[in-house]
């Protein structure tokens, strides 16, 4: 008797915990919910490309991995990547996004987005990955995406991006791929991210070139080796032209030579012939 209450016991603890479990990934998060609905507010699509995002379909997103959004994927019943590149996106970025509290990965690229980057991207203490380049962004980077301390990848080319790089980006210890160029940045590079040191990686001149008011390592050793190219170009320029003006000097002496020969050979045949034979 004591065994078979025991039995029920664990069969219906069992049967709450499967009923909680396909709750939660049938359930839409009322966080997730909110991000997205106001992530497709500040959007504009011209291209009709999110006409799926209602409504109806931001209440229930997903269904454990499956995921009811074009350019969403879902792991356990939540938000956590968004991919929306190349889709003539305009509008700005909503400080709601911070709602995807499980969101891993975000890609806007490749839109006309403009705008802030908006500092409540703090709160996505999971992301991993943070891709806004080739839009219209303005205003300077958020400090606080040094608070998202699992992010690999930071890739911001191409913007409007104006402002110092902050230095706190520099201690994000995940951080393999950085990408400033092409944006109206200024002020110096900062050191833990132009001259790394131990295991971190470092970034090259070609992850801050095309802005003009930036300097600093690595960008002073390029110009450097950019001037040591020119230095040797107008050298070899001068060698080169000095080179051709000798040959055609040279040439014009052994022309010159041949025909004064030739005149003075002319000559004496003149006066060899004007001779009376004895």
């Known amino acids: 008797m004591v065994r078979s209450h ?10 709450l915990l499967i009923f909680e479990t396909t709750r939660r990934l049938t ?14 507010q500040n959007l504009e699509d011209p291209a009709s490309n999110l006409r799926n995002w209602t409504n109806s379909v931001f209440s229930n997103p997903c269904s454990g991995f499956t995921s009811y959004l074009p350019g969403a994927t879902c ?16 509008g700005t970025i909503s400080p709601f996004l ?4 499980n969101l891993q990965s975000l890609d806007l690229s490749s839109n006309q987005i403009s705008g802030i980057i908006p500092p409540e991207i703090q709160f996505l203490v999971n992301l991993a990955v943070l891709n806004l380049s080739s839009n219209q962004l303005s205003g300077e980077i958020t400090p606080q995406l040094a608070l998202c301390a699992y992010l690999n990848v930071i890739d911001l080319h191409d913007n409007q ?4 790089i902050p230095q706190q980006l520099g ?26 040191t131990g295991n971190f990686p ?37 060698l080169g032209s000095g080179i051709a003006s000798l040959m055609i000097s040279f040439t014009g002496v052994c022309l010159w030579l041949r025909i004064t020969e030739k005149k003075i050979v002319e000559e004496e045949g003149k006066i060899s012939q004007s001779m009376p034979d004895y």
């Not at 939540?78 to 190349?86: D, F, G, P, Q, V």
């Not at 911070?98 to 509290?101: E, F, L, M, Q, V």
């Not at 990408?179 to 900062?190: M, Y």
């Open 6 to 15: 025991r039995f029920s016991y664990r069969l219906l603890l069992l049967l």
């Open 27 to 40: 359930t839409a998060d009322p966080n997730d919910e909110a991000c997205l609905k106001n992530l497709r």
């Open 75 to 90: 792991n356990n019943g939540r938000i956590y990547k968004l991919s929306l590149t190349n889709l003539s996106l305009r």
């Open 98 to 101: 911070s709602n995807c509290t």
């Open 161 to 164: 991006l104006s402002g110092q």
């Open 171 to 196: 201690l994000l210890a995940r951080l393999s791929a950085f990408d400033v160029s092409n944006n109206k940045l200024s002020g110096q590079i900062p050191t833990y991210l132009s001259n790394r």
């Open 202 to 238: 470092r970034f090259n001149a070609s992850s801050f070139i095309g802005n003009k008011g930036l300097y600093g390592y690595p960008l002073q050793e390029m110009m450097m080796k950019s001037k040591g190219l020119s230095v040797m170009a107008i050298v070899g320029i001068g």
